[in-house]
């Protein structure tokens, strides 16, 4: 977290509400091959991102984006920034 | 001798792959509707038109350089093996996604063809693609296919063929952003300078870009050149403090960005995703329930372990009286003898005991090939990751659990889809706890003897206990492995599909072949040893000279006395020649360690042979009780023999005793070293026996 962003998004995508529609802004991860898993995914800056539901025990979570459902633990959810787009 | 062409079949995990590969080639690779079910490369080769293709399945892959553990294999082979022709599929239903690797693939300058799979899918739902406008931008044929209903293969194979024979044509460049593209053009000329004549300049880009994007493997082929490294440090972190981020994710960001414009163009008409994915949602609602998702699963296995004994059991019957018949007719036919003993008491008990389980063994092979193939085995990973990982394990260990009930072999090389290297060696070693099919008959004949109308309950138990003994083993492991670290849940979910029919017969028939080889091979041979082992020596040195006493006894004035006198001392001659066998001595020597559990050297033996397959369990006790099973058949001798607590203990250690043969070699090879298999062995021994002894402790505290 020691780097400034031009923006502080303290939203992240765990935080995201069903129905929410988020844009996602920066993955906060020093771990390179999760970055670029992610970014391999469809997770990257710019592109639009909304929660599809929960595991019945609240974990992981299942997000829909590039119009595929991806299965995500909140704890790496927690590192992908989002904003809510109205 | 003609050469072949070497054409690698390139996609995502889940495109379809491994179904093109076996609709180009007949071959009948396993497939299932979940990510990664194709771990290692397949190859087979092909002649069409004359030309030789040797086509190579290769695991997925969703980037060329994610350099995660489970893609390597697919990634290692583009960068080493260099193929004349990538066939890239694609599911036609996920470009968005899926032609990111396109973007990748268009870079390294190979001859590509786009193949567009599953086009029904969008087809059905009203999407127009324009396929020459997708060509022309991807610089490559595009071909549409559905792999599964064979679509579009001969149209792929001709082009296939007419891509061979073209000529190079020039690559198409994907354009950056300007920082990016002159850092990239940077990087390009500092490496057509180390390396002049040797690259050409669509490949001294793709190097460079690789260099650029961070590929370790790239960059360790250069360390001897440091000012190069220096150079893609100082672009890095330029890059990164003009842009806010770091090159990799620019460049992702470009590719998409690409993909999306081409997108925008070549869809004519879009179908509403929505639209497509209400089923898969509707049914989600349903499975992934917050309330009842996960005592659904639990019916659900329950549902399919009760239907496998039940169901199975008409069957069964059938078998069962066919080979009564058989062995009726080959007992009155034969002469008495030593051959006539072999082939009724050994043979025909050992094969004959044991094919009769093939119908069970079926059914759960159907049940299998439904769950992976609708794509609920995704979902049961996703519902259980929360519990798994309160225990050290990762939703997706539960996919090469559940193939270990089919057989440990495929379900020790299915932990290959685990990337952290730790926690897939955890995941190798907790295998063998899963129960395969060949102890499903051990637990069918004892669940049916002795719970009679529980036994299906009794079965489900049994699995449900061999699941919680490799999740506590996972947690054992976690303690005694030095190193942590867990990988992320990363999983793509996939939409819910019917699994063709002729998979899932396929599926059924591959198990049904090889339990019958299994039965016709190890079984077989099993039986005539185990027969001879029990029959020999022929002369036993007696204790007492039983032949002098029942003459004695036969002697004397008829009455009950004489008859119970009479049977009691050729019951002990008989048993005291069991014993005096080689079987016998043998199993009386370790019969000390399993004492405590109750098993007489009846279980001994079995626990001993099933060492080589589990199936010989079942056949073992076949041989052993083939001559005083007389009318009422073996199960109701089983159940004589012993009490029900030990019938439990039984059960679970054979769940739970050392991996056989196979599983202990293939443990060796995919954890790399034969200290593990060894670790494994010993572990699930001392595991099996302290469980058994807690259940028959128990059990006897009850009954």
């Not at chain 2, 995660?68 to 239903?93: C, M, R, T, W, Y």
């Not at chain 2, 001994?604 to 009318?631: C, N, R």
């Not at chain 2, 199960?635 to 203990?649: G, N, Y």
Request: aromatic residues 8%; proline residues 4%.
């Amino acid at each position: 977290m020691g780097t400034v962003h031009q923006i502080t998004p303290d939203l992240t995508l765990a935080d995201l509400r069903p129905g929410q529609q988020g844009e996602i802004v920066k993955i906060d991860s020093e771990d390179k091959t999760f970055k670029r898993r992610m970014s391999s995914l469809g997770v990257i800056p710019g592109g639009p991102v909304a929660l599809d539901r929960s595991a019945p025990l609240g974990d992981p979570r299942i997000y829909n984006l590039m119009g595929y459902n991806l299965g995500l633990r909140n704890a790496e959810a927690q590192m992908i920034h989002v904003r809510l787009k109205s | 001798m003609t050469s072949s062409v070497t054409v690698a079949l390139v996609g995502n995990p889940n495109a379809g792959v491994t179904s093109l590969f076996n609709a180009l080639t007949g071959a009948n690779n396993p497939v299932a509707n979940y990510p990664r079910v194709t771990t290692s490369s397949a190859t087979r080769e092909i002649t069409h038109k004359g030309v030789v293709l040797r086509f190579v399945d290769v695991p997925g892959i969703y980037s060329v350089n994610s350099q995660a553990d489970d893609e390597k294999v697919g990634q290692d082979f583009l960068l080493d093996q260099s193929p004349d022709v990538i066939v890239n599929v694609v599911d036609a239903g996920h470009l968005d996604r899926h032609l990111f690797l396109t973007t990748q693939l268009i870079e390294t300058g190979i001859k590509r063809i786009t193949v567009l799979n599953m086009i029904d899918e969008v087809r059905r739902h009203g999407t127009v693609l324009d396929t020459e406008m997708l060509a022309s931008a991807l610089g490559a044929p595009v071909v549409e296919t559905c792999a599964l209903k064979g679509e579009g293969v001969d149209v792929l194979l001709d082009t296939i063929v007419a891509q061979v024979a073209a000529p190079a044509a020039d690559a198409i460049r994907l354009h950056y952003d300007t920082h990016l593209e002159a850092a990239i053009v940077r990087i390009q000329d500092h490496l057509a300078n180390l390396h002049p004549q040797e690259l050409t300049p669509a490949r001294s880009r793709w190097l460079a870009i690789k260099i650029l994007e961070g590929d370790d493997t790239i960059i360790n082929r250069e360390s001897d050149h440091p000012e190069l490294i220096a150079l893609v440090t100082k672009e890095r972190d330029h890059l990164a403090h003009e842009h806010d981020e770091d090159a990799a994710t620019m460049l992702a960001t470009s590719r998409f960005a690409f993909v999306n414009g081409l997108l925008r163009e070549a869809r004519q008409q879009h179908d509403d995703p929505d639209q497509r994915f209400k089923l898969t949602r509707i049914l989600d609602n349903f499975f992934l329930n917050r309330a009842f998702g996960l005592p659904l699963l639990l019916l659900i296995m329950w549902v399919m372990f009760e239907t496998t004994f039940s169901l199975g059991a008409v069957p069964t019957e059938w078998i069962k009286s066919g080979v009564d018949a058989l062995t009726k007719f080959v007992d009155d036919t034969l002469p008495a003898g030593m051959f006539h003993d072999l082939v009724v008491n050994g043979v025909l008990a050992g094969v004959g005991g044991t094919i009769v389980f093939l119908p069970n063994i079926v059914i759960l092979f159907f049940f299998m090939a439904i769950l992976s193939g609708t794509g609920y085995l995704a979902r049961a990973s996703f519902l259980m990751d929360r519990v798994m990982h309160k225990f050290g394990l990762h939703g997706t260990t539960l996919i090469p659990m559940v193939a270990g009930f089919g057989c440990n072999v495929p379900a020790v090389m299915a932990s290959r889809i685990i990337t952290n290297k730790r926690s897939r060696l955890i995941a190798i070693l907790i295998s063998p706890f899963m129960s395969c099919s060949a102890r499903l008959p051990t637990f069918i004949l004892f669940a049916g003897a002795f719970f009679a109308d529980l036994a299906g309950t009794v079965v489900f138990a049994i699995y449900m206990l061999s699941i919680a003994s490799a999740i506590l083993s996972a947690v054992v492991l976690n303690r005694l492995i030095p190193g942590s670290g867990s990988d992320a849940f990363v999983m793509d979910l996939p939409p819910y599909r019917l699994p063709t029919l002729h998979s899932v017969l396929h599926h059924m028939w591959d198990s049904a072949q090889g339990f019958v080889a299994k039965v016709t091979g190890v079984i077989l041979v099993g039986s005539i040893i185990i027969w001879f082992l029990q029959e020999f020596p022929k002369d036993v040195a007696y204790s007492q000279d039983y032949d002098a006493g029942i003459v004695q006894l036969e002697g004397q004035p008829d009455g009950a006395d004489k008859d119970e006198a009479l049977r009691s001392l050729k019951a002990a001659q008989a048993q005291e020649k069991l014993e005096k066998s080689y079987m016998g001595r043998v199993s009386i020597a370790v019969t000390p360690v399993f004492k405590p559990l109750g098993f007489s050297w009846h279980e001994s033996s079995a626990i001993m042979t099933g060492f080589v397959a589990k199936e010989v369990v079942v056949a073992t006790y076949a041989v052993i009780y083939a001559q005083d099973k007389g009318s009422t058949g073996w199960t109701d001798a089983i159940k004589a023999a012993m009490p029900t607590a030990t019938a439990v203990a039984f059960m679970i250690f054979t769940l739970l005793y050392a991996p056989c043969l196979s599983t202990i070699a293939i443990i060796a090879k995919e954890s790399g070293s034969w200290k593990w298999a060894a670790f494994s062995v010993a572990y699930s021994l001392s595991f099996a026996w302290l469980l058994a002894l807690a259940a028959v402790t128990i059990g006897r505290l009850l009954v």
